[in-house]
T-cell receptor, first 116, second 114 residues
């Protein structure tokens, strides 16, 4: 069974500073994908970044980067130069091998608040 | 622009009155899925579809039906809604082919059953 753990229920960060949101995962499948999503108070689920288990380099998307440490089974999200609009709930999720249901397993989320 | 569109975004309905939440994607994705999000329970998969006319149950399918007659559409049907189906619903789609493995979500549909 797959499991995602986000140990930080809430985080505060000052505007323009960097912040790291933690995510650890557990799976016995050698092939998997890791995602980060942002959910603002309006409710939509916004895709931020993806890391495949066989990707050699850490994923980056603009101000978002994923610190992927496969041996430690961690996939932390780093947001550089935080903005007020980054205040939201952040979810780490994992997809198993492409065969099968392709269901995403989500963590419990981290609520990030960016302070001016 | 890549989009997954759900309608309605907000709905209050009464117990037993059939309703359909529509989902449409413009990315020619084979795979589509429905999730519900509840406080303390996270997101749980309701149904999924690997392609046209291919659907299967997820983790919490009771009380729901789906159909996949066209590749772009994947409606969620509540034949006889009950208050325990009050939730935030998400439709998601992705390609099963090689390349970027992004799973896109719709904006969510807030459903209240009274």
């Amino acid at each position: 069974a797959q499991k995602i753990t986000q140990t930080q229920p809430g985080m505060f960060v000052q505007e323009k500073e960097a912040v790291t949101l933690d995510c650890t995962y557990d799976t016995s499948d050698p092939s998997y994908g890791l995602f980060w999503y942002k959910q603002p108070s309006s409710g939509e689920m916004i895709f931020l970044i993806y890391q495949g288990s066989y990707d050699q380099q850490n994923a980056t998307e603009g101000r978002y980067s994923l610190n992927f440490q496969k041996a430690r089974k961690s996939a932390n999200l780093v947001i550089s130069a935080s903005q007020l609009g980054d205040s939201a709930m952040y979810f780490c999720a994992m997809r198993g091998p492409w065969a099968g249901r392709r269901a995403l397993t989500f963590g419990s989320g981290t609520r990030l608040q960016v302070q001016p | 622009e890549a989009q997954v569109t759900q309608n309605p975004r907000y709905l209050i309905t009464v117990t037993g009155k059939k309703l359909t939440v529509t989902c449409s994607q413009n990315m020619n994705h084979e795979y589509m899925s429905w999730y519900r999000q509840d406080p303390g329970l996270g997101l749980r998969q309701i149904y999924y579809s690997m392609n046209v006319e291919v659907t299967d149950k997820g983790d919490v399918p009771e009380g729901y039906k789906v159909s996949r007659k066209e590749k772009r559409n994947f409606p969620l049907i509540l034949e006889s809604p009950s208050p325990n189906q009050t939730s935030l619903y998400f439709c998601a789609s992705s390609s099963v082919l090689g390349g970027r493995n992004t799973i896109y979500f719709g904006e969510g549909s807030w459903l209240t059953v009274v």
